[in-house]
């Protein structure tokens, strides 16, 4: 979805709105867009994962598993330098 034109301090420009958040009374489940149809000329608005269903929530809750993992490996390894550490003083 092309909006503008937009007038700033640098003069007129033309925005491409790739996704919209916090639009579920405008948009429904749809708030990406993508290019679709013949030579990408169409917009075709698509599902946050970039499917017509659900969310991300699976994507999301792998990542978060991740982070906290390496963040309690990273703690782990941290107090046992600093347990060595405290050791040689």
């Known amino acids: 979805h092309v909006a503008g034109p937009i007038e700033t301090d640098y003069g ?6 790739e996704e919209r958040t916090n ?3 405008l948009d429904g489940v749809y708030s990406k867009i993508v290019r679709g149809g013949d030579n990408g000329a169409k917009a075709v608005y698509v599902g946050p994962s970039g499917n017509e269903e659900g969310s991300d929530f699976s994507r999301i809750a792998v990542q978060q598993l991740a982070l906290w993992t390496g963040i309690f490996v990273a703690g782990g390894i941290l107090a046992e ?4 550490a405290a050791d040689v003083i």
């Open 12 to 17: 007129y420009h033309l925005l491409i709105v």
């Open 81 to 84: 330098l600093a347990a060595k």
């Open 23 to 25: 639009c579920a009374q």
